[in-house]
């Protein structure tokens, strides 16, 4: 990994007050869902900010902003970032002390991906909704069981080629836990929310590479390894 020199000052400067909301919005879902507390956001070459974590689910969760960041691909504590960052303020948001041991591995890479199919997201709202009626009913102490997270819940064909994606509840869950579904309105998506409340026509697109899953939505994506789901071995 680089840029994780403990000497370089650690910034993130959003571009507009939008990419500040969204930055503190992505914040406040990571602290619920990411089980270590860092945050991985890396510069793209397209002058955007990826943003990255793991989630309690074993998947991957990122959005990107409009931005810059300094050093270009640092690790941060969650907790620390989101209570440096002020919604109606402006300027650089400090990422406090740099953790270079907290992440390993690789990102997956940001192009090499083939697109599959798109499944309308009311479906995917729908399966999430049954894995947390199943979960409730069968969880231990530890929470949900690996069965029911590890069940391939959607198999994507592709239009255009032999290719097959397995989606398990554990990208369901987290791809809803996120907030990256919202209803037609951009507001987030509870229990309760009326599911003709999201656009008939709101798609979530499903991509693959040799060693990915790839499933997105209009506010952010989520990244399943295709073959066994363990973040750890890079």
């Not at 992505?26 to 974590?53: C, H, Y």
């Not at 960052?85 to 591995?105: C, H, K, N, S, Y």
């Not at 894995?131 to 994507?156: C, I, K």
């Not at 097959?164 to 998506?189: N, P, Q, W, Y």
């Amino acid at each position: 990994m680089t840029g994780l020199d403990q000497g370089v000052e650690r910034l993130l400067t959003p571009h507009t007050r939008d990419d500040r909301t969204d930055v503190k919005a992505f914040l406040e879902r990571a602290r619920r869902v990411e089980d270590s507390g860092v945050l991985r956001a890396q510069q793209r070459a397209d002058g955007r900010v990826g943003l990255w974590i793991r989630t309690g689910f074993d998947i991957l969760a990122t959005r990107s902003v409009f931005g810059t960041v300094s050093p270009t691909d640092v690790v941060c504590d969650i907790s620390a970032m989101s209570a440096a960052v002020v919604e109606d303020g402006d300027g650089p948001i400090p990422l406090g002390f740099a953790m270079p041991g907290a992440w390993q591995g690789a990102l997956p890479p940001a192009d090499g991906f083939t697109h599959l199919d798109d499944v309308p997201a009311r479906e995917l709202i729908e399966l999430s909704r049954k894995g947390v009626g199943v979960a409730r009913n069968e969880s231990g102490a530890l929470g949900p069981a690996s069965s029911l997270l590890d069940q391939t819940v959607l198999e994507v064909s592709g239009t255009h080629s032999d290719e097959v994606a397995k989606i398990s509840m554990r990208a369901v869950f987290a791809l809803t836990a996120m907030g990256f579904v919202r209803d037609s309105g951009g507001h987030e998506i509870t229990e309760d929310s009326p599911i003709d409340k999201i656009a008939a026509g709101e798609p979530i697109r499903v991509r693959v590479s040799s060693a990915w899953v790839r499933v997105d939505a209009r506010f952010g994506s989520v990244y399943q390894r295709r073959s066994i789901l363990n973040l750890a071995v890079m």
